[in-house]
């Protein structure tokens, strides 16, 4: 009272039922539910969230274990999520802790409480190992593709080497007649000296564009999806397509394409980097099978929303047993081959919403196809002018 007296007593009463039923559980359930989630390889966690703070409730022996005997643990995995919980009350995914240094495949749901308050259980299997095997696994592979590319670069050398070498030996004789065009005639004949420049000029933009073709093609790079004309994406693969020609003798590739090309969405180097793959498979089966008919047909069939690219040849086609393990990475039957040419050729067809797939040629060998999508000229346009 206001003179200190002691007048009565003031209760304050919660209703605390179901926080209580879900945090305290009865000893004997308590016993049975702990052997069962013991028994879990993952940490199992449940942690009450109230406004005055996190509880950790119910948990097994390995959350003890692995992440200790407060709700930090639960809390830091629950924060590594990057996705909110869906309507349900769910959310499950593979999450990077950073304060824990660890990877974790966590699932977890969320139950509110009448009172506002939210329990949240969780699951987490610490996979930081497999994790960790996956990305050198990655790191392994995208060495290997890039060196299986370096060497099919060197194999090529010589004929690039002689590719550069003749524009180049052009260019030279013709720097050289300007040279005495200029200095030795009386009077410069300024439509000569134009036309020698010119050749030179188109000698040089021919290296350029050598050069830039095989760059592209030793490059490991993310695909970019564009609206390209697929004209210009035969045009360059029929400039490798020669070089092709020109080392495995006796080899021809042509082109069945129709009268009008379409525009496609496609990453133009890796389509050119596929069709120049499955252009050299095709040539050294030939070679290899000693085939009479040594023409590799690259032709191009539009449908109703895609463009079939196929390659085709006739040599010694493939068995339905090799057909099962044909794309698998390292399965060669090259005395010298890495087997990551078909692999490398499918995870871009993946990366363009197809799939690269083998059926067996009329007459014999084999034909790999593949689909792009086919952009329509409204879109297209609208789509470069950006
Ligand atoms: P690599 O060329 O290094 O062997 P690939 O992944 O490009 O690797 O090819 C895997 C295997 O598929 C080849 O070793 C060959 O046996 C088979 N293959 C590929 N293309 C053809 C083809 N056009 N005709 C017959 N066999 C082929």
Redesign the pocket.
């Known amino acids: 009272s206001a003179y200190n007296e002691h007048i009565g007593w003031i209760y304050m009463i919660q209703d605390n039922t179901v926080e209580a039923q879900s945090m305290n559980l009865t000893n004997d359930s308590i016993a049975s539910y702990e052997r069962l989630l013991n028994s879990v390889l993952s940490c199992i966690s449940a942690v009450m969230q109230k406004p005055t703070g996190s509880m950790l409730g119910i948990h097994n022996n390995h959350y003890t274990e692995q992440l200790g005997n407060t709700a930090d643990g639960h809390l830091a995995i629950s924060k590594a999520f990057k996705e909110p919980f869906d309507p349900q009350g769910n959310r499950q995914g593979e999450v990077w802790v950073d304060s824990l240094g660890r990877w974790f495949s966590v699932a977890e749901a969320r139950v509110t409480l009448p009172g506002g308050s939210h329990v949240t259980l969780q699951s987490a299997l610490d996979i930081t190992k497999r994790k960790i095997n996956e990305q050198e696994f990655e790191e392994q592979t995208s060495k290997m593709e890039n060196s299986?590319r370096l060497i099919t670069l060197g194999e090529m050398a010589s004929t690039i080497t002689h590719e550069i070498n003749q524009p180049l030996t052009a260019i030279t004789a013709y720097a050289n007649t300007a040279l005495e065009v200029i200095d030795r005639a009386p009077e410069v004949n300024k439509a000569q000296v134009l036309e020698i420049y010119r050749k030179i000029a188109n000698q040089a933009a021919r290296i350029d564009k050598i050069i830039k073709n095989i760059r592209a093609f030793a490059k490991r790079r993310p695909t970019t999806l564009e609206y390209v004309s697929l004209n210009s994406v035969f045009s360059d693969t029929m400039e490798l397509g020669r070089l092709i020609e020109k080392k495995y003798a006796g080899v021809q590739v042509v082109y069945e394409l129709p009268a009008v090309v379409p525009d496609v969405i496609c990453d133009p180097v890796q389509i050119m980097q596929i069709l120049m793959?499955l252009i050299r498979?095709?040539a050294e089966?030939i070679l290899e099978h000693g085939s009479e008919d040594k023409t590799i047909t690259v032709s191009a069939k539009v449908g109703a929303k895609d463009v079939e690219l196929s390659v085709g040849?006739h040599?010694?086609?493939?068995s339905d047993t090799?057909k099962a393990s044909?794309f698998t990475p390292f399965?060669?039957?090259?005395k010298n081959?890495?087997?990551?040419?078909?692999?490398t050729c499918q995870t871009i067809a993946e990366s363009h919403n197809s799939r690269l797939r083998v059926r067996d040629n009329e007459g014999g060998g084999?034909v790999?196809f593949f689909d792009l999508k086919i952009c329509f000229t409204k879109d297209s346009e609208a789509q470069k002018q950006k």
């Open positions: 299986s793959n498979n095709a089966a040849d040599g010694p086609g493939i090799m044909l399965f060669s039957t090259k081959g890495l087997g990551l040419g078909l692999s084999a790999f």
